[in-house]
């Protein structure tokens, strides 16, 4: 049974540009959250899908954005990327009122 | 911002039992505690969670003073695979996001 896939591994971006980070949930999970976890700090909640919907957001700007698609995979977006921007970003998924979350590898994004 | 804290660092040596303290002095009566932990290069990996009584699984034994204003995760032997970084958190059931301090970095010493 796969987990949770996140694609891609790592990537390499310059300033302003824009990014999308995908996310395959493990199987049977319907809602999916983002992380973004910079060098040496713990994960910060960036929002929660569940029905295609956002349901929950974390403080971080519009310049985030998602999606989640009918079959519970998500996107994360980020558009004028800032150096700050770089981060390992981290998928969970669980069952929606479910207590554990299932985390991916992440995709680990580097602004130049 | 997390209402949990741990110390930044530990050490144990390889088949011994590793302890990990936790404060949660303003832990409300209907959060759980949580523990999850990264290994370098990975995504956290949830271990072990309570609310009020001690709990144990095939990974960990979680202690919960009966305040509930500490706890204790438990390692009963340490194996090198164990090197990662532990994050004790405290939640409400359901779809609450996981709030993470900076975890301690537990280091098993062969």
């Known amino acids: 049974d796969a987990g949770v896939t996140q694609s891609p591994t790592h990537l390499i971006k310059t300033r302003g540009q824009q990014v999308t980070l995908r996310c395959s949930p493990k199987?049977?999970?319907?809602?999916v959250s983002w992380y973004q976890q910079a060098l040496g700090q713990g994960p910060q909640f960036i929002f929660q899908y569940y029905e295609e919907e956002e349901r929950q957001r974390g403080n971080f700007p519009d310049r985030f954005s998602g999606h989640q698609f009918p079959n519970y995979s998500s996107e994360l977006n980020v558009n004028a990327l800032l150096l700050g921007d770089s981060a390992l970003y981290l998928c969970?998924?669980?069952?929606?009122?479910?207590?554990?979350?299932?985390f991916g590898a992440g995709s680990r994004l580097t602004v130049l | 911002d997390a209402k949990t804290t741990q110390p930044p660092s530990m050490d144990c040596a390889e088949g011994r039992a590793a302890n990990l303290p936790c404060n949660h002095s303003?832990?409300?009566?209907?959060?759980?505690v949580y523990w999850y932990r990264q290994i370098h290069s990975q995504g956290p990996q949830y271990i072990i969670h309570?609310?009020?009584n001690n709990e144990t699984n095939e990974m960990a034994s979680l202690i919960i003073t009966e305040d509930r204003k500490s706890s204790t995760l438990i390692l009963p032997h340490a194996t090198l695979r164990d090197t990662a970084v532990y994050y004790c958190i405290v939640r409400d059931q359901g779809n609450t996001p996981l709030v993470f301090g900076k975890g301690t970095r537990l280091s098993v010493i062969a």
């Open positions: 969970a998924s669980s069952l929606s009122g479910a207590n554990v979350l299932t």
């Open positions: 309570g609310l009020k």
């Open positions: 303003t832990i409300s009566g209907n959060e759980y």
């Open positions: 199987s049977g999970h319907d809602t």
